[in-house]
RNA sequence: GCCCGAAUGGCGGAAUCGGUAGACGCGCUGGUCUCAAACACCAGUGAGCUCACCCUCGUGCCGGUUCGACUCCGGCUUCGGGUACCA
């Protein structure tokens, strides 16, 4: 062997983990180092093998409950961006523990949602499988980082366990109407109550709520009690809190779905490009504007970030005002509006609705109403977004319908436009263009008039501009003359409401949360529907009533389907579910026909269950005694199946006729036996086919198996079991013997599953509850909650509701789900873009003998293109496409350029590799652009080669690069910028990437990443390890006295790390530990009293080095379970202060003086001084300023 | 458009309550060690200038308050997030 053969050294060592050999010749740094990956596999089992993170429900110690927002587990994968926030909770959490606290840190999964959805849709694949695959890779990922999380808690919001209670809470939300006058939901039953009493005067009237509110017409006690179901049914939908309404959505008929604001650009569905419009449809929605007031209110008490909060109060947008009813000039009907400056109600000088009104039909005249059909047709087909957004282009039309002035008699014209919204306010407003920007901005557009009604305090253009502020003094106004702009509003309000004209009225920008999706991968509502007659047809949606299903039903299981898309006639995806429909259990047949023995052969007549009484007690018996008799192969399975763990509710020992089945799912139809030795006798098995001949008549599925095989393969036994539940097709209707209701067939969104589940971590697997009140009592609400911001207005806001909803109906103690909340910023990705130039051949070709391509065409260089130092190109007749490199300019020509993401792994610093990219587009996109050219300035590719624009070969290349373009965004799979932290657990281990992320920066800020700084902190971790070893890799802590020196280093560190995890300052934290790291690097130290308390402080931070350290320190449990030090003041005073001394706010020269003197005796001291003489030189201070401490500046 | 944030050296960032701008790390430059490279260690590193001093300038832009402003106020610019069916 050569003798330096074991030299292996640099980059390639850091990244394959492998310890450090240095130079056989240099025997001083000849050393095994910090073996980064050895230390966290072997600690990480350790954990799991330990249970060292699980959490009990009690104890002696104070609770703190530590919570991150749901993932949602992409196909992506984990990336970079994911652990951002769950390492710093997961420092927290341990920092929590050090300090004595019994700490909650559970995690689990968002999981159902529209991308596994859409992956489904394109690939076929089931959703639940590729989640599952998604799932179970997040989690390798998670465990690779060494989080603390407790793993036995974890819930999924796709599995029948946890989404039973989602239901569960809906079917409650269902049952309950908001009580204005106690303010908190109620049961119905007490509404009915009241109704069966008194009737219904109007006055609940705020809980009606709707995109277009409308009133609900009074009744009395008499007329409710003579209502019909249907009519009962419909007038408890005005107030129960789940409710079906309707409301606008972007409805695409090309898809036949409805499409998120998202998803539509321009009119058209951003996949495929089909027509949308705005329809309304009957909805699910979720009355949480009922709940507008309190959550408004209650975000004083909440520790939230400031910004969070004031998204939240916008997004809620409460505003007082009135509403106003504009007579029609010759209709009988008026238009409602809603305002908040009834102040101004003299400057009305025309009325706008939203094209969507419903009144826009009924008004139009008939000389409009070609160019208002027209107009609503266009307004139609944009989102609400762009239609909010698009405020350059006013649009309207006139309707050539008047309303009349309410306090003038004047005529008012009536217009539509589409910066009126339907969904907010009534749908109208009143224009006061002098007053109100956006109607200024259309009147001057339409030429209409701008009646000037306030007077400015200061001087004003009105030509230019209106005047929105809320001051002045109202002129031209009639009885408001001379008011001041709040005393007016007052004033109008009153006089509105005394002439009858309308009320003064509190307007929530907060409109309710649609609940029902036309998707697949949801929750199915626990809704069927039965018809309003006891008709068997029911012709009309409009005559069947939605029933809730019993709560011992649920949960309602999500069907089969045979693809993931509508049907063809436009219903969700659940419609295609083969024999998806509520029946009503069946009773037990009448006595009669039966035999009286358990005996059956020729004339046997099965029936659905066993008659008579006494034979179902003796089975029931029998049963229970069959039970406590389970064999080992039984019990095995039925820990495998018990608690729905296969999606469908089994049962066991379960009397079937006369047969009692070892096991049973009744929703299925499926039998399963499992055999003992005894059924090899020939007598035996034909008892055994008799008896699954019987079984198979009553409908069900008989699945036999052996002891053995269920001993001995038992995954494979339940996935055969689970596999045959799922595929199950269940016959239909009379066939099963009973009627079948029509299922509701939307499902819940996504936010449905996450709206709760910080109350499921408490108490996962309790299958009689949703969660214990003793544990909801025991572990409250979260304390510190750690998420993105993005969430501030969504989920933020739907679990506060449903928080609220739950305390109200006395499930749980508390009224809100976080006390604190903490928002990670987003760490973005760099993504590539290249840039695809189209239909810019000109038509001639010419061939050439003299090139390596026979024939070639010109490729015309528009102007625009800067750059190319040519006008025209020659290229090979053959090539297709023509890609730009990005550093070529084309400001002008965007019209003929597109960009496409480029895998960020194929652009390493924008530099496209172009073969890659090739063979990428082939092999994910199945894309042959074998014979595309990539064109950069001077020079072009093509199929291998580098050509000059005269298609010469060249062939030095080395300084040719094709360049992407780069951008800063969202990390996405859609965007193929995603990174990975399992690459850098690779190359640096766990605890460099969980403090490198928190180096990175503030938690709450956003930013890019990039892995820079990376080997830095990987040093530090290196450096620290060498603190404990000599140069031999020894570990040399040694038990003597530490000095004042290396105390203070100790007492100051762990001073500032307290603060700053406190203060989720974790990169000031990380750089603390850096400097304490040099400074007793420097020091020389190695005692024990000192580097003992770090290795605790720094456990949270990176848990596996701790541990290792702490084990080589002699202990023998975890670090986990020790405590965090304390620091001593006394190690930290100093004797005197160095004050930096300014002259005229700048700083001039420093000087020391010492501690405890006061301001005077300071100025004193400083003023005694040689430099002061020299910067004052011989003039008088005006004035000196002393802050203690911190500064002194002397004012000359 | 509207709502919520952010902007500091070549880069990520620090300055916690209006009090020394640039901690810590990366990168870069020079050095020690080495045949050499790498690793490690040491030193320097905001810009300008007549270059270890001194001075001037300097926290996105314009203005203000203050003895003193990255920090507070008014007005902008650019970037990021949300905008109700992405999660």
């Not at 793993?151 to 919001?157: G, H, I, K, L, N």
């Not at 203060?1063 to 020389?1084: D, H, P, Q, Y």
Request: glycine letters at 6%.
């Amino acid at each position: 062997m050569a003798p330096f053969s074991n030299w292996s050294i640099g980059k390639s060592a850091i990244k394959s983990g492998i310890p450090y050999l240095r130079s056989p010749f240099n025997s001083v740094r000849k050393f095994m180092e910090y073996n980064f990956s050895e230390i966290e596999k072997k600690w990480q089992k350790a954990w799991k093998d330990n249970q060292t993170y699980r959490v009990t429900d009690g104890g002696s110690k104070p609770k703190y409950y530590v919570l991150d927002m749901f993932p949602y587990p992409s196909g992506a994968g984990l990336h970079v961006g994911h652990p951002l926030g769950y390492i710093a909770s997961d420092i927290f959490s341990r920092y929590k523990r050090l300090k004595g606290f019994n700490v909650l840190h559970p995690m689990g999964f968002d999981a159902f949602g529209l991308p596994a959805e859409q992956y489904a849709i394109q690939t076929g694949r089931h959703p639940a499988d590729t989640t599952k695959e998604n799932i179970a890779r997040y989690r390798e990922q998670l465990d690779k980082i060494g989080f603390s999380f407790d793993w036995s808690r974890e819930v999924r919001t796709c599995e029948p366990e946890y989404y039973r209670w989602t239901q569960w809470v809906f079917l409650q939300l269902f049952k309950s109407w908001y009580n204005c006058k106690t303010q908190k939901a109620e049961s119905l039953d007490t509404l009915i109550a009241v109704f069966e009493k008194e009737g219904f005067k109007g006055e609940a009237h705020q809980v009606l709520t709707g995109d277009i509110e409308h009133d609900l017409a009074p009744f009395t006690a008499e007329e409710w009690k003579n209502f019909s179901e249907k009519e009962k049914s419909d007038v408890l939908m005005n107030f129960r809190l789940a409710y079906l309404g309707e409301a606008w959505v972007n409805w695409c008929p090309g898809l036949g779905t409805v499409l998120a604001n998202d998803e539509v650009k321009d009119g058209v569905s951003e996949r495929g490009g089909y027509p949308v419009e705005r329809k309304r449809m009957p909805q699910w929605s979720l009355r949480i504007t009922a709940y507008a007031d309190r959550l408004l209110n209650d975000l004083n008490g909440i520790d939230w970030s400031d910004s969070i909060k004031e998204a939240q109060r916008n997004w809620i947008g409460r505003s007082e005002g009135t509403s106003i009813f504009f007579r029609l000039e010759n209709h009988d009907a008026a238009v409602e509006v809603f305002t908040t400056r009834p102040d101004t109600v003299f400057g009305v000088s025309f009325v706008t609705l939203a094209p969507e009104h419903e009144l826009v039909a009924k008004i139009t005249t008939a000389e409009y109403k070609a160019a208002v059909d027209a107009y609503v047709n266009t307004a139609k087909n944009k989102s609400e977004r762009e239609r909010q957004a698009d405020v350059k282009n006013v649009s309207g039309q006139f309707t050539g319908a008047y309303v009349i002035h309410p306090f003038t008699a004047k005529k008012v014209p009536v217009w539509i436009g589409e910066y009126v919204l339907a969904g907010y306010g009534t749908g109208a407003v009143m224009a006061v263009p002098a007053h109100d920007s956006r109607d200024f901005a259309f009147a001057s557009h339409f030429g209409l008039e701008k009646p000037q009604v306030i007077q400015p305090p200061a001087a004003w253009n009105f030509e230019k501009e209106s005047f929105d502020e809320k001051e002045g003094v109202c002129i031209n106004s009639d009885f408001l003359d001379g008011l001041e702009v709040k005393a007016a509003i007052r004033k109008a309000i009153e006089e509105i409401e005394k002439r009858g004209l309308g009320k003064g009225k509190i307007n929530f920008r907060l409109r309710d949360a649609a609940f029902g999706r036309q998707r697949y991968w949801g929750e199915p509502i626990p809704i069927y529907y039965k018809p309003a007659v006891s008709s068997s047809a029911v012709e009309n949606t409009a005559d069947l009533i939605p029933v809730p299903l019993d709560e011992s039903e649920l949960p309602l299981i999500l069907p089969e389907v045979d693809k993931f898309l509508p049907t063809e006639t436009g219903e969700p995806p659940l419609a295609r579910a083969r024999g998806w429909a509520y029946r009503p259990h069946p009773l037990p047949l009448s006595e009669g026909g039966g035999s009286d023995a358990f005996t059956f052969g020729e004339g046997y007549t099965p029936r659905f269950f066993t008659t008579s009484p006494e034979k179902w007690k003796l089975l029931k018996e029998w049963a229970r005694a069959h039970r406590k008799a389970a064999t080992p192969a039984e019990d095995l399975l039925w820990q495998e199946l018990r608690g729905k763990k296969t999606g469908f509710q089994i049962r066991r020992q379960h009397a079937i006729d006369v047969f009692i089945v070892d096991f049973v799912c009744l929703s299925r139809k499926l039998v399963i036996e499992v055999d003992g030795g005894y059924h090899n006798d020939p007598g035996q098995q034909e008892y055994d086919a008799q008896r699954t001949l019987v079984l198979n008549e009553l409908g069900f599925k008989v699945m036999r198996f052996t002891n053995e095989q269920v001993l001995q393969r038992t995954s494979e036994t339940v996935n055969e079991i689970a596999n045959t539940l799922r595929t199950t097709v269940l016959p239909e209707g009379e066939e099963r013997g009973g009627v079948a209701y029509p299922y509701e067939t939307t499902t819940m969104p996504g936010w449905a599953g996450s709206s709760w589940y910080f109350l499921r971590y408490m108490d996962p697997h309790n299958e009689n509850e949703f969660v214990s009140r003793e544990k909801a009592d025991y572990w409250q609400n979260v304390d510190l909650y750690l998420g993105g911001a993005e969430h501030a207005t969504g989920h933020l806001l739907y679990v506060r509701f449903w928080t609220k909803f739950l305390y109200d109906i006395g499930k749980i103690g508390v009224q809100e789900p976080a006390k604190k909340l903490i928002n990670q910023g987003m760490i973005q990705g760099m993504s590539e873009k290249i840039k695809i130039k189209q239909s810019i051949f000109s038509g001639t070709t010419t061939t050439s003998d003299a090139h390596p391509v026979a024939s070639s065409k010109s490729f015309l260089m528009p102007q625009e293109m800067e750059g190319l130092n040519s006008t025209t190109v020659t290229l090979p007749i053959d090539s297709k496409q023509v890609f730009v490199s990005a550093e070529i300019e084309d400001s002008k020509d965007e019209l003929m350029t597109f960009f496409n993401y480029v895998p960020i792994q194929l652009s390493k610093n924008s530099k496209l590799e172009i073969d890659k990219y090739l063979e990428w587009n082939h092999k994910e996109r199945n894309n042959d652009i074998s014979s595309a050219v990539f064109l950069i300035k001077n020079f072009y590719w093509f199929k291998g080669n580098w050509y000059d624009y005269s298609m010469n070969v060249i062939s030095n290349t080395s300084n040719l690069a094709f360049l992407t373009k780069s951008e800063v965004e969202k990390m996405s799979k859609s965007k193929l910028n995603v990174e990975t932290p399992d690459d850098i657990c690779d190359q640096y281990g766990a605890d460099t990437l969980r403090m490198y992320e928190m180096f990175l920066g503030p938690i709450d800020q956003a930013k890019p990443w990039n892995t820079n700084g990376i080997t830095g902190v990987h040093g530090f971790l290196r450096r620290f390890w060498r603190l404990f070893h000599d140069d031999k890799n020894g570990f040399a802590v040694n038990e003597e006295a530490a000095t004042k020196a290396e105390l203070k280093v100790l007492h100051k560190t762990i001073k500032k790390i307290g603060e700053d995890v406190e203060r989720f300052s974790f990169n000031t934290g990380v750089s603390s530990f850096m400097i304490a790291c040099n400074e007793l690097t420097e020091l020389k130290c190695r005692k024990r009293s000192i580097l003992e308390p770090l290795v605790i402080a720094l456990s949270p931070f990176a848990p596996h080095i701790a541990e290792e350290l702490w084990e080589k320190l002699g202990h023998t449990g975890s670090v986990n379970f020790a405590q965090f030090p304390v620091y001593d003041e006394q190690y930290l005073t100093e004797d005197s202060f160095e004050y930096p001394v300014q002259v005229n706010g700048k700083l001039r020269f420093k000087y020391s003086v010492a501690l405890g003197l006061n301001p005077q005796q300071i100025e004193k001291e400083v003023m005694g001084s040689e430099e002061v003489q020299k910067w004052l030189d011989g003039k008088t201070p005006k004035k000196v300023i002393v802050v203690p401490n911190k500064i002194v500046n002397i004012v000359v």
